[in-house]
């Protein structure tokens, strides 16, 4: 007599369905997690999660930079462009600007040459009056704007200066910010 196991074609038709319809039923399972209204619920819900921490770590970015006065450029953002107002405040304020790598002033002078460069003088003068405010000297900023004339060219730093000048003006006309 025979002692090996006979081969039994029913029994291994059943395991072949069996393990069909579990691999079918993980990748549905699979498929339906990545449908668009599940990714967004899920997007959501870590959002929602997230939120308040990135929210009040951009909040107080403000703050450190502003010196308390607020930031009424964002603020009139949130109004009639409320997406870009929470990605600012969120992502370039709550994830980048509240990293310690740098210290603060050395971040805004980096922001400030950038900003230079690009020729983007409403936010270069942005910084510029947060770099004051945490430290920088003027000789500081006007150092930034002899390095433009390497990197971007006169023209730009040519502008960088009139728009300088103008936040110095500013400064002048207001009192210091208490810390």
Do not use: C
């Not at 009424?72 to 310690?100: C, H, I, M, N």
């Not at 004339?149 to 003006?169: K, Q």
């Amino acid at each position: 007599m025979n002692d090996e196991p006979k081969f039994n074609k029913f029994n291994y038709a059943v395991k072949i369905v069996f393990l069909t319809v579990a691999v079918i039923a993980a990748s549905g399972f699979f498929i339906w997690q990545l449908t668009p209204a599940v990714v967004e619920a899920q997007q959501i819900k870590t959002s929602n999660t997230n939120q308040s921490v990135r929210w009040q770590k951009g909040l107080q970015a403000i703050e450190e930079l502003s010196g308390g006065a607020g930031q009424p450029v964002l603020e009139s953002l949130q109004k009639d462009f409320p997406f870009l107002a929470d990605a600012t405040l969120e992502y370039s304020l709550g994830d980048v600007w509240s990293r310690r790598v740098l210290d603060p002033k050395t971040r805004q002078l980096a922001t400030v040459s950038a900003f230079a460069a690009q020729g983007t003088l409403p936010q270069m003068k942005i910084h510029a009056r947060y770099a004051l405010n945490l430290g920088a000297t003027r000789d500081e900023l006007k150092e930034i704007i002899y390095l433009t004339t390497v990197h971007a060219g006169f023209p730009r730093a040519l502008n960088a200066a009139e728009a300088l000048r103008e936040v110095f003006d500013e400064a002048d006309k207001k009192p210091a910010i208490k810390k």
